[in-house]
Nanobody
Framework: QVQFVESGGGLVRPGGSLRLSCAAS????????MGWYRQTPGKQRELVALVSSGGITTYADSVKGRFTIARDNAKNTVYLQMNSLKPEDTAVYYCNDYRQVATAAYPAWGQGTQVTVSS
């Protein structure tokens, strides 16, 4: 099973930007869809953005127009460019294989990376 390590989070002011990286331990070439998720204490983990092997992207309504997901199969890395950040974007962000999350009883999650948007 491919493992993922998230990085790039930090403290940023409202309106600022961050780029998150998701480094995979193995090839992601055959992974049909990679997703970025986020979770805030007390809330269920939610899908933020999704990119398919064909390059089709989808976004949660709350981040449309502000976030961009991309994958570089050659580098086994998935990115999330986050612009115009809002305090409500504060969360721990995770990446994962979308199919595994959707089908596995206990999908494996990495440590995630903390994003805090505050003045």
């Amino acid at each position: 099973q491919v493992q993922f390590v998230e990085s790039g989070g930090g403290l940023v002011r409202p309106g600022g930007s961050l780029r998150l990286s998701c480094a995979a331990s193995g090839s992601i070439f055959s992974i049909i869809a990679m997703g970025w998720y986020r979770q805030t204490p007390g809330k269920q983990r939610e899908l933020v953005a999704l990119v398919s092997s064909g390059g089709i992207t989808t976004y949660a309504d709350s981040v449309k127009g502000r976030f961009t997901i991309a994958r570089d199969n050659a580098k086994n890395t998935v990115y999330l460019q986050m612009n115009s950040l809002k305090p409500e974007d504060t969360a721990v962000y995770y990446c994962n294989d979308y199919r595994q999350v959707a089908t596995a009883a206990y999908p494996a999650w990495g440590q995630g990376t903390q994003v805090t948007v505050s003045s």
